[in-house]
């Protein structure tokens, strides 16, 4: 499994972001998919996913502002991220798995991450 993420960069606080993650190698409309955001010296906390039926959770620190959501045609996963805050900053990985994300990233495939930067 592959995946590639793209759209992270530099934002001012109270703007918007659309990260997007590209998968290759697998039949993505099984697996489930997700984001997680790394800050330094911290591990990766899970931000939002998707399962293979669509359900969505979300930490309670993006709750109403982000939105995850999956096309499996082109097997692709997005995060709409509105009024971004400063504490939205860090480096963000998609990630999937067969079966349901767990908080501690195990068993997932990854990509190589994308920086976003809030500026307060």
């Known amino acids: 499994v592959q995946l590639v993420e793209s759209g992270g960069g530099l934002v001012q606080a109270g703007g918007s972001l659309r990260l997007s993650c590209a998968a290759t190698?697998?039949?993505?409309?099984?697996?489930?998919v997700g984001w997680y955001r790394q800050v330094p010296g911290k591990q990766r906390d899970l931000v939002a996913g998707?399962?293979?039926?669509?359900?969505?959770m979300y930490a309670d620190s993006v709750k109403g502002r982000f939105t995850i959501s999956r096309d499996n045609a082109n097997a692709t996963v997005h995060l709409q991220m509105n009024s971004l805050k400063s504490e939205d900053t860090g480096v963000y990985y998609c990630?999937?798995?067969?079966?349901?994300?767990?908080?501690?990233?195990?068993?997932?495939?990854w990509g190589q991450g994308t920086q976003v930067t809030v500026s307060s």
């Open positions: 990630a999937v798995r067969w079966g349901v994300l767990l908080p501690d990233g195990r068993e997932n495939y």
């Open positions: 998707i399962t293979s039926t669509r359900d969505t």
């Open positions: 190698g697998t039949i993505f409309s099984r697996y489930d």
